[in-house]
């Protein structure tokens, strides 16, 4: 009796085999193109006006990559080329160590208004107005920079192409210093809010020491020395009255207030979760076709 060849070296077989193949380095390279033509779409839109070239991570979606990036482009440059970045950035107040820390968090400056923002949670809160940006490039309505007179500062309004940036922006104590855009890495300064005065803290009845009252007869009285001579009669020593123990003598101690200080207005913004891209799309269409190419294959055999 012959004896029946396996499966896979019958054309059925090989013919399946094939296509599983194919799928399996087809898919995968397909995802790999269509990411690649984004990053080269996502190129061809960065201008010299941006003093990091093409700027860095959206901070909206990496908040610490995106610090991670500014920092490199300040210690080596950016894409173009350019090792200006960090004497740029210092002009404005911005470093490295600022950059890290954790006082910079996610925030968003506005177009129209220079509104500049951060979030506490899923609140947005507003820290400054009276955004001015800093740039390479002249635009109308542009005038050089204090902080750096070899390129040019002016309101959102003049440059920004959408209603908001995505920007880091450094908040100490309540009070915003700088932020940086991460669409461009340009500085960005503004007019803080006003912070609340604190309150005093209240007198309490009793802070102060009472005086301890003087009280006649408190001076003692002094001893009378006797005349000298055989005929003088010793003159007795006048005793001294002893003075009274009265109620309030003893200085009452001032109180210790323990009022607590008013508490610090720190800004804590959790960490931002990325949202899905469109390579986690990509990903999620070819595990389906793989995995539709297996059950196809089985529907195959068994038939």
Known sequence: MQKKPSFFRTGKGLALLGFILVSLIGIPAAIYLVQRQQIIQQEASCINNDIIWCGVTSAATD?????????????????????????????????????NSSDTVRGLVYKENGRITIFVGSTEQTVATGA???????????????QYPQIWCRPPSVTFTTPTGNALVHVENGVFKWAVLTGCGNPVIGTPNETPTPTPTPTIPGDTPTP????????????????????????????????????????????????PPPPTNTVTVPPTIPPSGPGDTFVGIGIVGMALTVIGGLIFILL
């Open 63 to 99: 908040v610490a990559k995106a610090k991670a990036d500014v920092i490199n482009a300040m210690k080596n440059g950016d894409s173009h080329g350019r090792k200006d970045i960090a004497a740029i950035l210092n002009a404005f107040g911005i470093t490295e160590d600022g950059i």
């Open 212 to 259: 301890t009252p003087t009280i006649p007869g408190d001076t003692p009285t002094p001893t009378v020395t006797p005349t000298n001579g055989p005929s003088s009669t010793p003159t007795p020593t006048s005793e001294i009255t002893p003075t009274p123990t009265l109620p309030g003598d003893t200085p009452t101690p001032p109180r210790s207030t323990n009022t």
């Open 132 to 146: 001015t940006s800093a740039g390479r490039d002249f635009y109308a309505g542009s005038q050089r920079c204090t």
